[in-house]
């Protein structure tokens, strides 16, 4: 049995002092983990069903796969910001994925699922089809090199953003450009033709980025994710937004 409350791991970033903590939660039992940046609380394994929709809602805009005509799996993801890992091993869940890269600015982040002090950390640092990179994804998405050091102007079948609070409410100024038409233009070269661009929010669908997406991608549409909140006793709401380029 676990103590109510352990402080796994403190260290100071360029972005803030973050820390993952482990509490047991009372009603329950279970472990509880926990991200914060600062003050700002910034995941719980609480509350993992927007970040699983993310996933989800994301790869179900791309075709299936019939497995006795292509038995090997196609698609390549990438997705921008670890945390505790559930939209990677959603992503890894889909038979499709042949492979995953994983982009977080934070080393120390990627050194949690590495070292194992994270519960989904061992499922994805032992996946062959999985890599963990640390880089900066907004830097990396504007750049004509692209989403993967190894391999410059790299395309994929479907980038799963999980980083920001929101397109209004960013961690850091300069992610703000990447809401922007000309963000969205930039990432959306580095996808496939027909490829996904999937964004998590804490929000709810806004206007004014939608339009944005409209006027980047041909089909795109914001799905509102419903999911209990016991801390809050009723349910609370995130946002995914999943916009398609043309096939």
Known sequence: MSARFEEIDWRPT????????????????????????????????????????LTELGLAELPDVDPKAEPEAELDVVVGGLGLGYTAVAALDDPRVRSLT???????????????????????????????????????AADSRGLDPEEPGRRFHAVLLDVDHSPRHVLHPRHAALYLPAGLRALAERLHPGGVFALWSNDPPDEQFTSVLAEVFPRSAAHVVDFDNPLQGGTSTNTVYVARTEP
Do not use: N
Request: aromatic letters at 8%; proline letters at 4%; one cysteine or more.
């Open 102 to 140: 994983v982009i977080d600015t934070l080393a120390e982040v990627i050194d949690w699922h590495q070292r194992g002090l994270v519960p989904l950390g061992a499922r994805l640092s032992s996946d062959p089809r999985c890599r963990l990179v640390q880089g900066d994804f907004f830097a990396m």
């Open 14 to 53: 360029a972005m803030g002092d973050i820390s993952l903590r482990r509490r047991r939660d009372p009603v329950s039992g279970i472990d509880v983990y926990e991200v914060k940046l600062g003050d700002e609380f910034l995941m719980s394994s609480l509350f993992t069903a927007g970040e699983i929709a």
